[in-house]
């Protein structure tokens, strides 16, 4: 949807009040001690849990009992507090050290790698349910690997991440780095050459060196675009210099620095054209957008669960086709010199087991929540557009990434209008971040005015609105023409 239409489309399903709702909100921001008191609340009946963990299974004895009733009664008075919204914080830290996370709750948090790697309420459930250690494992049996656990249900979510991503097998790693890491291991032999983009994340670059392989980068067009042409010239030009077939191509479909949308399908079918594998880098995709791994032509495709599978890190999904599974999942064929010993169908590159315990029932439990928001992409699409024409009224703000928006996370530039003011500010680049937080947005680097990044996902139409009408009203307020 062009950029006018999607203004024209989030604005008719928005009121704007900006005013009222502002001033709503800077008096819920002394802060919502609701938010500090449903911690609490969370904390106690972690308390109360305990004591059920250390009693015998005969139940409680007496001394239990009275400190049960006494951690009740402890629960029942931040409840009233939770209720009637008066009260003191009564933890600030945990374990002495820890402060409470609240950012999520009183907050419209556009830090852009964070977005999409919120949990779910599923997902933070089955971190309380399963955050112990090894609790995977409690119906593991021959022949001893995580994906084939049937209770809870780890064999079927393996195969229905394959399907998701449409692709014959998958693993889940911890984090795409590990998915990066387990591919060029098996395929780079040391000086081999991996073919990478020019924008592409530093943890490609650490997997193929890792291997003891060399990357190639591929230069961008004129738009900051890799192309499938460039592609090819520089597997031409590796050939010629170095008489060596790159052993892989890993591309990102949107990357880090722009969230530029690159050429994946050209660019496989040329990968293709020389026998070379094609690593598709689904961090910014992969639980944000559909991703065909058959469809796009990937050998290989990697998503990030901490960062676009709203599950907790470290964690991600790697996964491929029939042909490169034996590969790439190769199981151990070692033997002991004195034991004999052998591990069976324990898979090297993920050395065995991968994700245990909440990790992996986080992504879990957010999975189905995941298939389903895949479906609503073009809305997070039109929101960032949407926003992105906020900021661009505002006169001397430019938008790096390409435009119109493919993706909810971009990259602006304020030079010429939030930096302007930064010069003759007392605070200078901090004002900004300021001004967003007294507004209850954060998620900003502190003192960035110039070149920065931000993501819309998630957001519901009334934040990114109220989002947009807050950097026009602190442009204004700095007497910045809004357009
Ligand atoms: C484009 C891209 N690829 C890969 C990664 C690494 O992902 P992970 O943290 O899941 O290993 C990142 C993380 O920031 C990224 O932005």
């Not at 964070?114 to 971190?127: F, H, I, N, P, S």
């Amino acid at each position: 949807m062009p950029p006018a239409a999607t203004r024209r489309y989030v604005s008719s399903i928005l009121t704007s009040d900006f005013e009222k709702r502002l001033k709503e909100v800077e008096s819920k921001m002394a802060k919502d001690i609701r938010v500090q008191k449903t911690f609490e609340a969370l904390f106690a009946l972690e308390d109360i849990r305990e004591i059920f963990r250390g009693t015998l299974p005969t139940g409680l004895n007496e001394t239990e009992e009275q400190e049960f009733h006494k951690k009740v009664s402890a629960l029942k008075k931040i409840i009233n507090e939770l209720e009637s919204g008066k009260g003191n914080p009564e933890i600030s830290k945990l374990a002495g050290t820890l402060p409470i996370r609240d950012r999520e709750e009183p907050f419209i948090n556009i830090q852009p790698i964070q977005a999409a790697g919120k949990l779910t309420v599923e997902a933070r459930k089955a971190l309380i349910a399963y955050g112990d250690g090894y609790s995977t494992c409690d119906s593991c049996k021959k022949p001893f690997r995580l994906d084939k656990i049937t209770k809870p249900g780890i064999a079927d979510f393996h195969s229905e991440l394959a399907e998701f991503l449409n692709l014959d097998e998958a693993r889940v790693v911890p984090g795409a780095r590990r998915g990066f890491q387990a591919v060029a291991s098996s395929l780079l032999e040391k000086g081999d050459i991996a073919i990478v983009s020019s924008l592409s994340h530093y943890t490609e670059f650490l997997s193929v060196e890792n291997a003891g392989g060399i990357v190639k980068e591929v230069p961008l067009n004129e738009k900051n675009i890799i192309t499938a042409e460039a592609t090819a010239e520089k597997i031409e030009a590796v050939i010629r210099e170095t008489g060596k077939t790159p052993k892989i191509v890993m591309i990102d479909h949107f990357d880090y620095q722009l969230a530029n949308e690159h050429d994946i399908k050209d660019i496989s079918k040329v990968s293709h054209q020389y026998d070379i594998p094609l690593l598709y880098n689904g961090a910014y995709t992969v639980g944000v957008m559909p991703v065909d791994g058959k469809d796009l032509g990937a050998d290989f495709v990697i998503g990030s669960g901490h960062k676009s599978m709203a599950s907790a890190a470290p964690s991600g999904v790697l996964a491929t086709t029939e042909e490169w599974a034996p590969v790439v999942f190769r199981t151990t064929q070692m033997k002991g010199d004195l034991t004999d010993r052998r591990f069976g169908i324990k898979e090297v590159e993920m050395l065995g087991c991968t994700l245990m315990g909440g990790t992996l029932f986080s992504m879990m439990a957010s999975f189905p929540a995941v298939k389903e928001r895949v479906k609503h992409w073009d809305e997070e699409v039109d929101k960032s557009n949407y926003l992105i024409e906020r900021l661009l009224s505002i006169s001397g703000s430019k938008v790096l990434s390409e435009y119109p928006r493919k993706h909810a996370l971009s990259k602006i530039d304020t030079t010429d209008s939030f930096d302007k003011v930064a010069k003759n500010h007392p605070k200078r680049g901090y004002y900004l971040s300021d001004e967003l937080s007294k507004r209850g947005i954060v998620g900003l680097f502190p003192g960035a005015t110039k070149a920065w990044k931000l993501s819309t996902y998630g957001l519901s139409t009334d934040r990114v609105k109220y989002l947009g009408d807050s950097l026009v009203e602190i442009a204004e307020k700095y007497g910045l023409e809004v357009r």
